[in-house]
């Protein structure tokens, strides 16, 4: 059964480029959750959906950040424009209720 | 608001001996999971294991067990027959919500296995 995948698994850009993070969650999970891991502040949960709705966003820093998730097995994480404050892990995971998240191998973001 | 505090920024043990990572954590909510995850050097984050918090009996799984102690909110994860491939950051989280919907992670605790 293959686990949460996620792409690209590193990524470097420029600062003000638009940069998106893919996740395909495990089949039949219907929580999807994005996780930023930094040094200083750990690990973070950004926005969480069930049933491709997003029902929190709350950890979301900024208007810069959006994340979609158009069907059950895909979503994105857009950051638009890109700041070199944004260099982080990105993690996606997903689940079923009630059942611990299974996490991705994340997406390590450089932004120079 | 939720906290979980890891207070040993990083651990040493020797292999085949005992080590116990501490995690206390701090909320309102009287439903929750509490989990021990590991994140080895390729930066996978494995799931250890899980306690549910109205369980009164400790979780195990093989080398793993947890000392649950719900009035104390201490939540310690001792590894038995340490082995090189336990040498990872491993991280406490919370889950709230009745459900493990929005994890609170803590700072982590680096442990080595020394040989």
């Known amino acids: 059964d293959a686990g949460v995948i996620q792409s690209p698994r590193h990524e470097v850009t420029e600062m003000g480029q638009e940069v998106t993070l893919r996740c395909k969650p495990i089949s039949g999970h219907d929580y999807l959750f994005w996780y930023r891991q930094t040094m200083m502040r750990g690990l973070e949960l950004l926005i969480y959906?069930?049933?491709?709705?997003?029902?929190?966003d709350s950890g979301m820093p900024e208007d810069r950040f959006s994340a979609k998730m158009p069907n059950a097995s895909f979503s994105t994480l857009k950051i638009q424009p890109s700041e070199p404050r944004d260099s982080a892990v990105y993690f996606c995971?997903?689940?079923?209720?009630?059942?611990?998240?299974?996490f991705g191998d994340g997406t390590r973001l450089s932004i120079l | 608001a939720q906290t979980v505090t890891q207070s040993q920024p990083e651990m040493s043990v020797q292999e085949a001996e005992t080590v116990t990572l501490s995690c206390t954590y701090d909320?309102?909510?009287?439903?929750?999971?509490l989990f021990w995850y590991k994140q080895p050097p390729s930066r996978q984050m494995i799931l250890v294991i899980r306690?549910?918090?109205?369980?009164?009996q400790n979780a195990t799984e093989n080398r793993f067990s947890v000392n649950f102690q719900k009035a104390a909110k201490s939540f310690s994860l001792k590894i038995s027959d340490s082995q090189l491939g336990d040498a990872a950051m491993y991280f406490c989280a919370l889950g709230s919500g009745g459900s493990n919907y929005k994890l609170t992670f803590g700072k982590g605790t680096l442990l080595t296995v020394n040989p």
């Open positions: 995971a997903s689940s079923v209720e009630y059942q611990p998240q299974h």
């Open positions: 306690q549910e918090a109205y369980k009164q």
């Open positions: 909320t309102s909510e009287s439903d929750y999971y």
């Open positions: 959906f069930n049933n491709n709705v997003p029902i929190d």
